[in-house]
């Protein structure tokens, strides 16, 4: 009797064709990894915007400035101040009822880095949102990155400033893409 060693054409054709399907099926659920990623992150920062919220309340609760219908200035060259440093040493951390209220203070109570962007919106509501750089919709406007709005469709938190004092902060911190798993 004759042992062959190896595959002959035909099993080779059929692994390859397997393995063919199996890539098919597989790689749009690979390729979106990315997005996946995004959203996660978009997620994380939802979750690190009510902790550092929380802790920057209780810190001005001690300081007894959270009650209060107008906007407390924080200055950063103040010894009981300085836990807030704002994004240029000429502005002061801004807070409304104990929760930041100026993009700066937002920035620099939540450490965000430089692949963020704040959009600022409303009129006696605040609205910021939160993004991805990548994800700024550079083509409706001319101007910085706070000037853009973020791509329809994509994954950002949405803060409002409540002067009324009837949202939680779990209503006021939200992600407002219905997309974003």
């Given at each position: 009797?004759?042992?062959?060693?190896?595959?002959?054409?035909?099993?080779?054709?059929?692994?390859?064709?397997?393995?063919?399907?199996?890539?098919?099926?597989?790689?749009?659920?690979?390729?979106?990894?990315?997005?996946?990623?995004?959203?996660?992150?978009?997620?994380?920062?939802?979750?690190?915007?009510?902790?550092?919220?929380?802790?920057?309340?209780?810190?001005?609760?001690?300081?007894?400035?959270?009650?209060?219908?107008?906007?407390?200035?924080?200055?950063?060259?103040?010894?009981?101040?300085?836990?807030?440093?704002?994004?240029?040493?000429?502005?002061?951390?801004?807070?409304?009822?104990?929760?930041?209220?100026?993009?700066?203070?937002?920035?620099?109570?939540?450490?965000?880095?430089?692949?963020?962007?704040?959009?600022?919106?409303?009129?006696?509501?605040?609205?910021?949102?939160?993004?991805?750089?990548?994800?700024?919709?550079?083509?409706?406007?001319?101007?910085t990155y706070s000037d853009f709005s973020p791509l329809?469709?994509?994954?950002?938190?949405?803060?409002?400033?409540d002067y009324t004092l009837g949202l939680e902060l779990?209503?006021?911190?939200?992600?407002?893409?219905?997309?974003?798993?």
């Open positions: 009797m004759k042992l062959t060693k190896g595959f002959t054409l035909i099993e080779l054709v059929v692994v390859i064709v397997v393995l063919a399907i199996l890539t098919v099926v597989a790689a749009p659920r690979f390729l979106s990894i990315n997005e996946d990623a995004d959203v996660s992150v978009v997620k994380g920062l939802k979750g690190a915007l009510s902790s550092s919220f929380g802790i920057a309340y209780g810190k001005l609760i001690v300081d007894e400035h959270d009650v209060t219908n107008r906007v407390i200035l924080l200055d950063p060259r103040d010894p009981e101040d300085a836990w807030c440093k704002p994004i240029a040493p000429e502005v002061q951390c801004s807070f409304a009822y104990g929760y930041p209220s100026s993009r700066g203070t937002i920035k620099s109570v939540t450490e965000l880095g430089d692949d963020w962007n704040i959009n600022q919106s409303g009129g006696d509501q605040k609205v910021f949102k939160i993004y991805l750089k990548k994800d700024a919709d550079t083509t409706s406007t001319e101007g329809a469709g994509s994954c950002y938190v949405e803060y409002i400033v779990d209503d006021r911190i939200r992600i407002a893409n219905k997309n974003c798993g």
